[in-house]
């Protein structure tokens, strides 16, 4: 399937929750907020959440610093 995250069309497999998409592409969950087809989703229904052919994301990762 195609996913288009951040504005980048990138393949990925079939039946893939959002939760295995952030550790596929290597973030660290607590780190980042997602939005999907401009709704944000909540941290605890990322497993619960299925992707499907032609989503878009917007994945925001945080960043510390002082």
Do not use: Y
Not at 34 to 42: A, Q
Not at 46 to 57: A, F, I, Q, R, V
């Amino acid at each position: 399937m195609h996913l288009f995250i951040n504005g980048d069309k990138k393949s990925c497999a079939d039946s893939l929750s959002l939760a295995e998409l952030i550790e596929q592409l290597g973030m660290k969950g607590d780190r980042v907020a997602v939005e999907l087809n401009r709704e944000i989703v909540s941290r605890t229904q990322w497993s619960d959440t299925p992707l499907k052919d032609g989503d878009h994301l917007e994945i925001v990762h945080f960043v510390g610093g002082g």
